[in-house]
């Protein structure tokens, strides 16, 4: 009995000699915000789920085509849609609806990625955006303005003068 205390005491000892070391090591942290890099620090990986975005065609047009397949798949219950009529002097979409309203509640949102699997026409996508925080709960309902992706990132053959009057019209 008295040689399992020894043994104890000594895997104790062993314990906190390496927690002492190691108390006493520079720590090496990687400064977030001001990191190398381009965007300063930040290392995403292929398959990072971060802020929803609503993608364009390579006309301008949105893609999403109010099919509400993606509220139907959200577990959180999360994504509200408003969908109206495109008509031949307003087109938002290239089909017949488009969603007039296109909410994400980013209190309830989990990040499971189920809405991006089940909409057809790869309309939603997660980007990386991280910075999410707010201290106001209603900052994190995101709107569809919030998230669609401008037209100035378009490839460069769809921002042509032509292409921006079609997009316009």
Excluded: W
């Excluded at 090496?28 to 993608?55: S, T």
């Excluded at 909409?119 to 925080?133: K, S, V, Y």
Aim: aromatic letters at 8%.
């Amino acid at each position: 009995m008295p040689m399992s205390i020894v043994r104890n005491a000594a895997a104790i000892a062993k314990g906190m000699s390496i927690t002492l070391k190691e108390a006493f090591q520079p720590t090496e942290v990687e400064n977030y915000p001001d990191g190398k890099g381009p965007m300063r620090g930040a290392k995403f990986e292929q398959r990072f789920r971060g802020k929803h975005q609503l993608q364009r065609d390579e006309n301008g047009l949105e893609k999403c085509v109010a099919c509400f397949l993606c509220a139907a798949a959200c577990p959180s219950n999360c994504i509200y849609i408003e969908a109206a009529e495109n008509t031949e002097e307003v087109r938002i979409s290239s089909a017949e609806r488009y969603a007039k309203v296109y909410n994400i509640d980013y209190n309830r949102c989990i990040f499971c990625g189920y809405c991006v699997e089940a909409c057809p026409t790869d309309a939603i996508t997660h980007g990386h955006g991280f910075e999410l925080a707010s201290l106001n709960a209603t900052n994190l309902v995101m709107r569809k303005e919030d998230m669609l992706v401008p037209i100035s990132s378009l490839p460069d053959n769809v921002r042509s003068d032509k292409d921006q009057a079609e997009v316009l019209s």
